[in-house]
T-cell receptor, first 112, second 115 residues
């Protein structure tokens, strides 16, 4: 089945540790996105990538980093510099000349 | 700041009532417009989209939306809601920024439909 896979579904980390969230797609989409979802704030764009080896900061990129070494994969690292990392993280992808975004199931990160 | 605004954060309706959820955006130039829905425990999924042509677009499950360019609006409507429409609804706008297509979401509207 084609789709977007985010893993793990739930993740717990201690404060001060970096953590990497996985996002893989087999839809052959060029563009991939990372969003953070917080209650009452909707989805806020962290990073996006339109093509391999290229990515752009979104509206709330501070404390996050990404890589796009393969078309299928767009991992997000939540660094210790992110002041409020506990949130629900959503990965999405779309074809390059944008039509619609397809979303993964999300990863709920809790930092204690 | 450029943004996507959804006016209602929480809406409570009885079954068979009509629904209209407001969405305004502040981006100039060409935009693509979307409504997504997130049912409890499920993926975000696309309800409908507007790229060009007829400004009244129809989506899944009886939803429709009207693009009014002069008002920078893309309101979502449904004539008669059902209990199964209980979900969170997100308006989204895709626009070119620095040569890249960005997809920006509103804060969402949580709809509760009572039987």
């Amino acid at each position: 089945d084609g789709g977007i896979t985010q893993s793990p579904k739930y993740l717990f980390r201690k404060e001060g540790q970096n953590v990497t969230l996985s996002c893989e797609q087999n839809l052959n989409h060029d563009a991939m996105y990372w969003y953070r979802q917080d209650p009452g704030q909707g989805l806020r764009l962290i990073y996006y990538s339109q093509i391999v080896n290229d990515f752009q900061k979104g509206d709330i990129a501070e404390g996050y980093s990404v890589s796009r070494e393969k078309k299928e994969s767009f991992p997000l690292t939540v660094t210790s510099a992110q002041k409020n990392p506990t949130a629900f993280y959503l990965c999405a992808s779309s074809i390059r000349d944008y039509t619609e975004a397809f979303f993964g199931q999300g990863t709920r990160l809790t930092v204690v | 700041a450029q943004s996507v605004s959804q006016h209602n954060h929480h809406v409570i309706l009885s079954e068979a009532a009509s629904l209209e959820l407001g969405c305004n955006y502040s981006y100039g130039g060409t935009v693509n417009l979307f409504w997504y829905v997130q049912y409890p425990g499920q993926h975000l999924q696309l309800l409908l989209k507007y790229f060009s042509g007829d400004p009244l677009v129809k989506g899944i499950k009886g939803f429709e939306a009207e693009f009014i360019k002069s008002k920078f609006s893309f309101n979502l409507r449904k004539p008669s809601v059902q209990w199964s429409d209980t979900a969170e609804y997100f308006c989204a706008v895709s626009h070119l920024s620095g040569g890249y297509n960005k997809l920006i979401f509103g804060a969402g509207t949580r709809l509760a439909v009572h039987p």
